[in-house]
């Protein structure tokens, strides 16, 4: 049997702020990015209970439309062109950088980490369940 060949990935996991001035946060989403595999994906969720115990004023339409909009820029290709939007024409690297990149703002992106996969898309999976979703006892 011979083993596929691994390419390289870069993800980063998208967390939710509410509150700025507090720090605190919890993890709602995850992007990665394959150049060789010619991906770009993001899987995202909004646990509203998480959000509404660090802030009960906190509005989850306004984050969860920020978080699709993170999974939307990803999955462009699937939009006709011109509903895309000038970022959504960028190539899918570009897209990554851009949606990793440092904010201020209550959605924001994670240090971007590296792996290899052959199915980015399980990986994807893979890490959503293991950083995002609600751990199991």
């Known amino acids: 049997?011979?083993?596929?060949?691994?390419?390289?990935?870069?993800?980063a996991?998208?967390?939710v702020v509410p509150r700025i001035e507090r720090g605190e946060a919890f993890n709602a989403g995850v992007v990665l990015y394959s150049r060789p595999l010619d991906f770009l994906g993001a899987r995202v969720q909004l646990?509203?209970?998480r959000l509404h115990a660090l802030d009960p004023a906190a509005d989850p339409a306004v984050i969860t439309?920020?978080?699709?909009?993170?999974?939307s820029h990803c999955e462009h290709e699937r939009v006709e062109a011109r509903h895309a939007g000038p970022a959504g024409r960028e190539d899918?690297?570009?897209r990554f950088r851009r949606l990793t990149?440092?904010?201020?703002?209550?959605?924001?992106?994670?240090?971007v980490h590296t792996g290899l996969t052959t199915d980015p898309e399980a990986e994807l999976e893979h890490l959503f369940?293991?950083?995002v979703l609600p751990l199991r006892q």
Not at 101 to 111: F, H, L, N
């Open 1 to 11: 049997m011979s083993a596929q060949e691994r390419h390289p990935f870069e993800y």
């Open 13 to 15: 996991v998208l967390r």
């Open 47 to 49: 646990d509203v209970a």
């Open 65 to 71: 439309a920020a978080l699709e909009s993170v999974r």
């Open 92 to 94: 899918r690297g570009r």
């Open 101 to 111: 990149a440092p904010r201020s703002t209550i959605v924001q992106a994670g240090p």
């Open 129 to 131: 369940t293991a950083l």
